[in-house]
């Protein structure tokens, strides 16, 4: 199986004026057709940096994808630096202008000569024509190995990918099997507890088994590389099962399944409606609430911190006023190095408070505040 590694190019990525959201995409893609990735590299718009990085994923890669720096301006240096990594001159093709320009009249506009950069490609590369954008890609082979630059723009990088890419990669390497993945979301549990529970499965070879912690929540992620898709769903789900066999009603959603939808259907399922109010979280649960306004009736957000006495009553009277059947409170305060954190729930089955002390940094105790809080929601009536 060919090994990967992906390079993404632009200055205003190191810089964090743009969120990368090439690699994650191309991981995907790549995971899904069965290539392991080992590296992923962020490099400004430098060609004597890029090409240092291109030679260096050279040594440990089959494939390196570069995204990023296809532009027709001067600070645009990918194949410039692709040219002088392989130690070649760029080559003009008129087909490649050609397409440049066709793509600009459909777009209504007149190319200026500096576009015209973008027809140059390192020496013996192979074109790929761009058909939703204007800068054209190019894959150089150097023995077994490729190196496949696309452009930056992520919709003409999808595309592109999808269209040629993933095709080529098929063709050139063979590709029979795949990795498929599984995202496992839990909450209410640490990662340690997890760990103690599941950690004999972790170390398996394929299927392969680990843990992402978030604020309030653990992720269970199970891949397993196979031949086929069956073989691999298979895989998966022989270890699943021991997974929520053991961690059983922590685990509240799969894959794409956000806490807050699971939490809101448990309250629709029971015909019911929720308010929130929510005091020194800076608007984080009501946002997120927001977002899925199935069974989401309104919320109050507070600045300032509220006693758990204060934080139940002012929740019962908010509930009561939107005329809802459920009150969900939290509430944020100091302690010291710490932070208190009160929750509260209230419905006609009753009161169910919790107070819990949170130690990690200031800036993620509304997330954590939030996904606690969204975890009595998805559990009511589980005492009944």
């Known amino acids: 199986m060919p090994t990967a590694e992906i390079i993404i190019i632009g200055t205003e990525i190191l810089l964090g004026e743009i969120q990368d959201t090439n690699s994650h995409t191309l991981a995907r893609l790549l995971r899904d057709l069965g290539i392991d990735l080992y590296h992923i590299t962020a490099i400004g718009d430098n060609p004597q940096r890029i090409a240092q990085a291109i030679r260096q994923g050279l040594t440990r ?22 040219a002088l990594a392989i130690e070649r001159d760029t080559e003009f093709h008129p087909e490649l202008w050609e397409q440049i320009q066709e793509r600009f009249r459909r777009f209504g506009r007149i190319p200026t000569e500096n576009n015209r950069r973008q027809a140059y490609i390192p020496q013996g590369a192979i074109a790929i024509e761009n058909r939703v954008g204007t800068a054209p890609a190019f894959i150089v082979e150097l023995g077994q190995q490729s190196i496949i630059s696309l452009p930056g723009v992520p919709s003409e990088m999808n595309y592109l990918m999808q269209h040629e890419i993933l095709p080529y990669l098929r063709r050139r390497y063979n590709l029979q099997g795949v990795i498929k993945a599984r995202i496992l979301h839990t909450a ?89 109010v929510e005091s020194g979280m800076a608007g984080t649960l009501v946002r997120l609430l927001a977002k899925v306004p199935s069974a989401f009736q309104g919320g109050e957000v507070l600045n300032s911190g509220l006693s758990m006495e204060d934080l139940q009553t002012r929740t019962d009277a908010y509930r009561h006023r939107q005329g809802v059947e459920v009150g969900l409170g939290a509430s944020i305060q100091p302690r010291g190095e710490s932070h208190e954190v009160c929750l509260v729930l209230i419905t006609s089955l009753g009161v169910q408070t919790s107070v819990r002390l949170y130690g990690g940094p200031a800036e993620y105790a509304p997330r954590w505040a939030t996904n606690y809080a969204l975890d009595m929601v998805r559990r009511i009536g589980e005492k009944e």
Do not use: F, M
């Open 188 to 276: 209410g549990v640490g990662e340690s507890q997890i760990d103690d529970l599941i950690g004999d499965l972790e170390t398996l070879n394929n299927p392969t088994v680990g843990l992402a912690a978030h604020a309030g929540q653990v992720d269970v992620r199970i891949t397993a590389k196979a031949e086929t898709e069956r073989e691999a769903d298979e895989r998966i789900a022989e270890v699943e099962g021991l997974v929520r066999q053991r961690l059983g009603q922590w685990i509240y959603g799969v894959d794409q399944e956000t806490l807050e939808e699971v939490a809101l259907r448990a309250v629709q399922e029971r015909h019911w409606r929720l308010v929130a």
């Open 61 to 82: 890669a089959d494939i390196l994808l570069t995204t990023g720096g296809l532009g027709p301006t001067v600070d645009d240096p990918t194949r410039q630096a692709v």
